[in-house]
C-alpha cells in the first residue's frame, strides 16, 4: 500500500492507495504516457471514505514513507554518501515557495508531458518518490547529471 499526500494551493488530501492499482514504483518510474497519473484512488484518512481524486491541479503527488513528516527536518543538498541513480540532478521551487532536490529520467518526459516524476535525493526526507505537475513549478534548474562512475581498470 502507498502512502499519499497531494497538494493543491488551497488544501491537502491524505490517503491510501493499492500498489495493484498503480503498478510498483519501478512501473510508474517508467511513466507509461498510455497510463497518466490523471486521477488516484484513495481511502482518505481523514474519514476512511474511498475517493477519485482528480491530480491535473494538484501542485505534486508525494509518496511518502508516514503521513506525519517531520516541520523540522532540513533538507540535505548534497549527499556524498547517496546511492548512484542514473538521471538529471534537479533542484525544483514551487509557486509556494517550497523547493525539492532530487533525480529525474533524463528523457524527454520532463519537457514534453504535463509532468514527471522526481526520486528525491534526501535519504532522511519524508517523501520516496514525487510526482510533480510542470504548472506548479516557478523555477527548475539542473544540477548535474548523475551516472555511476566508471571503472577504468576493467579487464
Excluded: C
Excluded at 37 to 48: F, H, N, Y
Excluded at 92 to 114: K, M, Q
Amino acid at each position: 500500500m502507498y502512502r499519499i499526500v497531494i497538494r493543491f494551493e488551497d488544501r491537502t488530501v491524505r490517503g491510501t492507495a493499492q500498489i495493484s492499482e498503480l503498478g510498483p514504483i519501478e512501473q510508474l518510474l517508467r511513466n507509461d504516457p498510455h497510463a497518466p497519473l490523471d486521477t488516484i484512488r484513495l481511502v482518505l484518512i481523514e474519514s476512511g471514505e474511498i475517493e477519485e481524486v482528480p491530480t491535473r491541479d494538484a501542485k505534486a503527488v508525494f509518496f511518502v514513507k508516514t503521513f506525519d513528516g517531520d516541520v523540522r527536518h532540513k533538507a540535505l543538498h548534497f549527499h556524498e554518501n547517496a546511492p548512484i541513480i542514473p538521471g538529471l540532478w534537479v533542484r525544483l521551487h514551487f509557486y509556494d515557495n517550497e523547493a525539492i532536490e532530487g533525480i529525474i529520467s533524463n528523457t524527454r518526459d520532463f519537457v514534453l508531458e504535463d509532468g514527471f516524476f522526481l526520486i528525491p535525493t534526501d535519504p532522511n526526507g519524508n517523501n520516496r518518490l514525487v510526482y510533480v505537475n510542470k504548472s506548479g513549478l516557478k523555477d527548475f534548474h539542473v544540477l548535474g547529471l548523475r551516472n555511476p562512475p566508471k571503472n577504468l581498470h576493467k579487464l
